[in-house]
């Protein structure tokens, strides 16, 4: 699943576009690609219709006279199978039922209820009522007429000091209730058809907080018992699809924003990214999830994996345009995939119709999600038409060149859709095939390498085969630089007498340790840009070098100086040029071999993560062994010694990073100030 | 022991083999399920055009009572067409329509005020002649009339056609005049400068004439008031209606960024570009259009619908003769709020043409509009019109991407290949085009503004451009190559921010951000300032000379057309109305050097220099109390100049888009490029998600094949009549005799002795 990064500032953005209105909504609408960046799009839906409910008509019982009584605060909407629009008029008291156009039908429960929150039909038209006001949930037939009622359950398990306020409710295929109270932590309260409290289901947790795990470790329990509690959000909606599966939405909670859970109450979307203020969730006949953000004004749609489709929708802040909410309280979606939000201070139904584009999205997407990927060829080719940044799309038309064994295509669609999954499985294929048809060839060359080396070796030997080349090469090797750059190698397999020699025996310099700091950087660029996507975790595109150069050097050069100044404290023996010697060939595993893990990592896929991981940790691993027994070598210490050298210096690190920082924040104020002063000034001057 | 292992063996051997074959004969069975294909409901119902994007059927009303003038009205003067009667202290004035004998008041009835709980402030408004808005001696906004302010009238003098009369605010200790007079068939009301004397420590912020001028109480006289909203919307006087939280408070020119911020920018919200807006009672009875003629660029047109402060529906100009701001002193905004020392020096008048009979209604003011605007010429008769309608093909050059090192150039669309992409469209059909070429210098879209030159090399170079002129032009397409005198950015030559750049009221330098990606900073990111008019003026001749020299002869005007500042700069000091002057200056000059002159959604002050319109607004803003949408705009402007809609591939409804273009006479428009639309991932232009020629143009084909056959007819005439059958039923008459009827809706529907098919157009009769 994709993890988003923030999109608050959309708004901001969105009034600096230097394009002209793609279409008359009053919202942008957005899709999320891979890197969970917002991508614009078309509009996937537009308002058809406002339900404000004046056509209500109430007679009054003493003058017989019709007044129309529209609706008032309704917070919550269903809509049956039989596409009539069920609207909680929560300021009225009572269910009103309109059909899918708007036209009124009836109403329900005007004398019996009082602040009814929540409404639920089942496929035989009872209507299951939630009213917050009498603590109780009412079930009336499809007439009107009120045939049972539940308030707070008996059973000792439900806990008698719990409250029992309702304020959402569906019933299951078994007929079972799940009751969404208010307050409710454990989870939603399970009723039978009898009124028979069953249990709690799928509850929310409280998340991670490390001011309150530092309270409980530090904290009395006096103290503890003084602190507020940290308990799991309540949920705020349930709804329930087609197979019976429950869906709940919660605010307040990033992660737990919206889940789909099985029988065994487990979320089966658990990395489904959210905002937190979801006020209501419901679910059409294709499985597509629709949620409403009631403090962002925001619906999002999900395909039926927990995959982003569209955001859209805004806040009315005053400019009152047809298709800005004020308090969006309830959404739900017609049989012809019109969606009716409810605005709880409008008062009225807003109804969005999906566009021409959205059919075609989401004709794609039913073939795609029932596994017949060459059928969804057609629409998503047609999708990428109208907007070629839709990276479902890609992963679509990769999933049936995958089917019909165009590997390469599929590749390409899967690298540019950024899913790492599936391209994994289409380079495993590719490279099958490849191994296939080319290992033996490999091998065969391989091995007349192998024996030609032997050969000439042999040649060598007997005969002084190519003895110029050799002793060019060995002359070359005793050059002291040369010397010097290769004395890595040595290094990395005696540490001990490598330090010994490079303090001593000049087997290092300050040029040569330059040269190698600087092809430490070049290496670094390399990995940064041929290690295999897969295994990346930057964006190659958003790389800035500069940044990656600072990212380098300035942990480097302040190791070497607080390393310096902490020894100098300490009786160590080294001097400056020796630390600063010694700290880059210590990295020398990573300048030598980071380049060919990086090339390797090319040639793997997902399943062989384990040699990468590997090969990486085992550079970083060796690289830090190397710094210890610098720091040994070069000051003299003894292994206690050296751990408290170390640690010593790393404070001393921190402590440099936090004077800058403190400096840096400093020197902010005091030019902001200054610039104040200016211009003040200048206005009073000009004025 | 081998025995039984032979026959467990044989066992098992049979156990599989039984297993295998059924499986293989019941496992085939299940894959034969019936799929459901997926679900496409396609109902029609009129509900779905009720919504305001369209326009709602006419009604048939009773003949509306005309009020009637009071006993303490005397006539102040007359003419052929109208009467003005006045109170004896011009609180209050009515006109009446000599013709049809209707009375148009200032003020409501004081029957319904009286009915009504209003509070003191409103009912002393509904009672006055002008409403004000001033800053008091604490520097606090406040709003006054006529009658809370002490005011008294001080001198009432006769002038030709009507009467002056100065009025002074006690209160305030300040004196204004207002002139009222009758010149044919309009009311023109005027504020002279010269005459707003202040002399106490308040400042006028803003004057509305006449507020209450055909205000109607709810439903009690049907109607509606138009507001130029986008390309014009209706808000009809309604009984049950939701409530409202604020008014329209629309402004003229859209707003100035100089002095007022951007977060009360809505998004996408539609433009005024015309200083416009009306009133009807009674279709086909009675209607009024107001124009504000001076003072226009510093003006707003409130609409107050019923259910806000009053239940009263009204509209009026509001001018502002001076800004409140907020003025920063620190990085951190820190500041105070103050306002304008100086007022805007402008005489202010705004006219309203009095209409009855067939012609009161939109229709009809747009008719009124356009005959006005071809009085003052602004509308020329087209000519050089050819057979078939252009097709406006937006294409995209070069775009700057940002890079390791540096930043790169990302090639979409060469010379080359615009010629080639314009040939493969006229030999699928498309016999007329209007190439707007954009990015077509060195620093590409988002490089460098204003420096223009050279032309890039990577698309071809001078000369291939050239080439691609000459043979466009020999195939009768123009060749418009965009400019923006608006936005400075990159790296110029002559152009430095602090020198040349706009600066806000407050004065710092204005300037905008465009972001590349929308979550981390990127050093793409652009920094984008405004240029000054004046020197947007003499930048935009040094470019016509150097056009001229080129060859080209066509120039597509981006963002000039519509965006209209101030400028706070201490030595280059500029109103808005200076600065539509300069605009004006600009596009007379570029003409004197160009054969055409293409302009984006321009502002009627540069209509009279366009040949060419693009990216015309043909929706409205879609407000709760707006009821319909019409094509106010177009009916002014059809077939005096050619309008092109916004471009199609980024409607999300694409075959409702083209009947749209097609009710509104709007020729369609489409932005290309060669190259796929992924390619500009990585620049300014990422909001171009769909732009690759091979991807479109068989729908552009025939899309344009279709709208050809119905437009080509009517290009030169005039649209006489729109009227609504049905819902979503449109038919449009023209000048010609000609109509076209274009069907929304889901089903076929029949119009005289023929079919409209289901989301389809048909022409009809003519000579």
């Known amino acids: 699943m994709v993890k988003c990064k923030s999109i608050l500032f959309i708004t901001i953005i969105m009034l600096l576009l230097p394009s002209t209105a793609f279409a008359n909504a009053p919202y942008m609408t957005f899709t999320i690609n891979h890197d969970g960046e917002p991508i614009l799009t078309q509009s996937a839906y537009l308002p058809t219709g406002v339900v404000d409910g004046f056509n209500i008509t109430l007679k009054d019982a003493d003058t017989g006279e019709e007044k129309s009584v529209p609706l008032s605060s309704p917070e919550d909407i269903f809509i049956d199978s039989k596409d009539h629009v069920y609207v909680a008029d929560t300021g009225n008291s009572r269910i009103v039922v309109f059909d899918q156009w708007g036209n009124y039908l009836q109403t329900i429960g005007q004398n019996t209820l009082s602040k009814p929150t929540g409404v639920f039909v089942d496929e035989e038209g009872t209507v299951y009522v939630a009213d917050y006001g009498r603590e109780k949930v009412f079930i009336f037939n499809q007439d009107g007429k009120l045939m049972k009622e539940f308030g707070k359950p008996d059973s000792h398990l439900f806990g008698g000091k719990n409250p029992f306020k309702p304020m959402k409710v569906i019933a299951d295929k078994r007929k079972n209730l799940f009751i969404v109270g208010e307050g409710t932590i454990h989870g939603l309260i399970q009723i039978s058809q009898e009124g028979e409290f069953l249990g709690y289901f799928g509850g929310n947790k409280t998340g991670f907080n490390l001011t309150k795990m530092l309270q409980r470790t530090f904290y009395t329990q006096v103290q503890l018992d003084q602190l507020m509690k940290q308990l799991p959000p309540s949920a705020t909606n349930v709804a329930v699809d087609r197979e019976g599966l429950v869906y709940t939405s919660t605010v307040g909670s990033r992660n737990d924003s919206i889940k789909k859970l099985n029988v065994a109450g487990k979320n089966l979307l658990p990395d489904l990214w959210s905002y937190s203020d979801i006020t209501d969730i419901t679910v059409d006949a294709l499985g ?82 029932d596994g017949k990927y060459a059928q969804s060829e057609g629409p998503w080719i047609d999708v990428l038409r109208l907007n070629s ?43 099958r095939i490849w191994l296939m048809e080319n290992s033996s060839r490999y091998m065969i060359g391989i091995l007349l390498l192998f024996t030609a080396v032997v050969v000439m070796k042999k040649l060598y030997r007997k005969y002084g085969f190519a003895r110029q080349a050799v002793d060019g090469w060995k002359w070359f090797k005793q050059r002291k630089l040369t010397a010097q750059l290769l004395h890595p190698f040595r290094l990395m397999r005696h540490p001990v007498d490598g330090y010994w020699e490079l303090e001593a025996e000049g087997k290092s310099s300050i040029l040569s340790a330059t040269i190698l700091l600087i092809l430490l950087f070049v290496v670094r660029v390399f990995e940064i840009y041929q290690t295999n996507f897969l295994f990346a975790d930057w964006d190659v595109m958003k790389v800035n070098l500069f940044t990656e150069f600072l990212k380098v050097f300035i942990p480097f050069f302040a190791w070497i100086i607080s390393n310096y100044l902490v020894s100098s404290i300490n009786d160590g023996e080294g001097k400056f040029k020796d630390i600063y010697k010694g ?48 720091v040994k070598e070069i000051h003299g210490y003894e292994i206690g010694q050296t751990v408290k050298n170390i640690f010593l210096t790393l404070i001393g690190m921190l402590i440099m990073a936090l004077l800058a920082f403190i400096l840096f924040g400093l020197s902010n104020q005091v030019t902001d100030f200054i610039y104040s002063i200016f211009q003040e000034v200048k206005y009073r001057v000009e004025n | 022991m081998s025995k039984i292992k032979k026959e467990v063996g044989y066992g098992c051997i049979a156990a599989l083999l039984f297993f295998g074959i059924v499986t293989w004969v019941v496992g085939e069975g299940n894959s034969a399920d019936v799929s459901e294909g997926f679900n496409e ?11 305001n994007s369209h326009t709602s059927p006419e009604s048939i009303n009773a003949q509306i009572v005309a009020r009637k003038v009071p006993d303490g009205y005397k006539l102040a003067a007359q003419n052929d067409h109208l009467e003005l009667f006045m109170d004896n202290q011009m609180k209050s004035i009515m006109i009446k329509d000599r013709k049809s004998g209707y009375v148009w008041s200032s003020i409501p009835e004081e029957e319904g005020l009286q009915k009504e709980r209003l509070n003191e402030e409103w009912i002393a408004a509904l009672r006055s002649p002008f409403l004000v808005e001033y800053f008091d001696e604490e520097s606090m906004q406040k709003r006054g009339s006529y009658l809370s302010l002490e005011s008294t009238t001080e001198q009432i003098e006769q002038v030709p056609g009507g009467i002056k009369a100065t009025y002074s605010l006690k209160k305030l200790d300040m004196t204004f005049s207002m002139e009222v007079k009758l010149e044919s068939d309009s009311l023109v009301v005027r504020f002279d400068d010269q005459d707003i004397v202040e002399n106490g420590k308040s400042k006028l912020a803003s004057i509305q004439p006449l507020p209450f001028l055909g205000a109607v109480l709810k439903d009690e006289i049907p109607g509606y008031i138009l507001i130029p909203d986008g390309s014009g919307a209706l808000i009809r006087f309604q009984g049950m209606h939701p409530r409202y939280d604020q008014a329209y408070d629309g402004r003229v020119y859209g707003m100035d960024l100089a002095v007022e911020s951007s977060d009360r920018r809505s998004i996408n919200e539609q433009p005024i570009l015309m200083p416009v807006f009306g009133m009807v009672h009674g279709t086909g009875q009675n209607s009024f259009l107001g124009i504000i003629e001076d003072g226009k660029h510093t003006s707003h047109i409130i609409a107050y619908p019923s259910g806000v402060n009053t239940n009263y529906y009204w509209a009026a100009p509001k001018f502002i003769l001076r800004y409140a701001y907020y003025q920063p002193t620190s990085k951190n905004m820190g500041g105070f709020n103050t306002f304008q020392a100086e007022r805007n020096h402008e005489d202010r008048q705004v006219r309203y043409i009095f209409d009855d009979g067939l012609d009161a209604d939109y229709v009809g003011m747009a008719k009124t509009y356009r005959e006005y605007l071809k009085g003052l010429e602004i509308l020329k008769t087209k000519s050089g019109s050819q057979e078939n309608i252009p097709l406006h093909m937006e294409l995209l050059g070069l775009e700057k991407e940002s890079g390791i090192i540096g930043n790169s150039m990302v090639k979409m669309t060469s010379f080359e290949e615009a010629e080639a992409m314009v040939n493969e469209l006229m030999d699928k059909g498309v016999h007329n085009l209007s190439v707007v070429f954009k990015g077509w210098g060195e620093g590409g879209l988002n490089g460098n503004n204003p420096d223009k030159f050279p032309v890039a090399k990577e698309l071809g170079g001078k000369n291939r451009l050239l080439e691609l002129k000459k043979i466009l032009e020999e195939r009768g397409i123009p060749l418009f190559l965009y400019a923006d005198y608006t936005n400075a950015y990159g790296s110029n030559g002559g152009f430095s921010p602090n020198a040349d750049a706009i600066r806000t009221i407050s004065n710092n330098v204005l300037s905008d951000t465009y972001y590349l990606w929308f979550d981390a900073e990127s050093s793409s990111d652009l920094t984008v300032y405004y240029i000054n008019p004046k020197l947007s003026t003499e930048i935009a001749k040094s470019d016509a000379e150097q056009f001229d020299k080129m060859g080209m002869d066509s120039l597509a005007l981006g963002k000039t057309g519509s965006l209209l500042l101030s400028d706070h700069h201490p030595k280059s000091k500029m109103s808005r109305m200076q600065a539509a002057g300069e605009y004006e200056k600009l596009a007379a000059s570029l003409l004197g050097r160009m054969d055409h002159l293409g302009v984006y959604m321009p502002n009627e002050y540069l209509w009279k220099y366009s040949s060419q319109m693009f990216e015309m607004p043909l929706y409205s803003s879609q407000y709760m109390f707006s009821t319909d949408t019409v094509p106010f705009l177009q009916i002014a402007l059809h077939g005096y100049v050619d309008y092109f809609s916004s471009p199609a591939n980024y409607n999300a409804n694409p075959q409702e888009y083209v009947l749209r273009m097609v009710e509104y006479g709007a020729y369609p428009s489409y932005k290309l490029t060669n190259e796929p639309s992924w390619k500009l991932k990585n620049t300014l232009s990422n909001d171009m998600f769909t732009s690759y020629f091979d991807d479109w143009k068989d729908e552009i084909a025939s899309t344009y094949e279709k709208m050809n056959a119905v437009l080509k007819q009517v290009q030169d005439a005039t649209i006489e009549q729109r009227n609504v059958l049905d819902w979503g039923v449109v038919e449009v008459v023209y ?11 889901g089903k076929d529907i029949s119009y005289e002795n023929q079919m409209v098919p289901e989301m389809d157009f048909i022409l009809v009769g003519g000579e």
């Open chain 2, 735 to 745: 000048s010609n005799g000609k109509k076209i009827i274009v069907n929304y809706r």
């Open chain 1, 288 to 369: 597509n999830i629709y949620a409403v953000d009631s403090f962002r004004g925001r619906i999002i749609e999900y395909d039926r994996d927990g995959n982003i489709l569209f955001i859209f929708g805004g806040t009315d802040e005053g400019n009152q345009r047809l298709g800005l909410f004020k308090s969006p309280s309830g959404i739900a979606v017609s049989s012809d995939g019109r969606l009716f939000i409810v605005d709880k201070q409008r008062n009225n139904i807003q109804i969005l119709k999906a566009t021409e584009f959205t059919t075609i999205v989401h004709e794609a997407i039913f073939y795609f999600m």
């Open chain 2, 41 to 51: 409901n396609k109902e029609d119902r009129a509900i779905e055009y009720k919504i």
């Open chain 1, 583 to 630: 700290t880059i060939y210590a990295l020398s595993p990573y300048i030598i071999f980071a380049g060919p893990v990086a090339i390797m990592s090319q040639g793997l896929t997902r399943l062989e993560i384990v040699l990468y991981d590997f090969a990486s940790t085992s550079i970083v691993l060796y690289s830090a062994f190397l710094l210890f027994m610098m």
């Open chain 1, 389 to 431: 940044m839709f990276d479902l799309a890609h992963t679509g038309l990769g999933m049936s060149a995958m089917k019909q064994s165009e590997y390469k295509m599929a590749l390409e669609e899967f690298r540019i859709a950024g899913n790492k999954e599936e391209y994994s499985n289409a380079y495993w294929e590719i490279r």
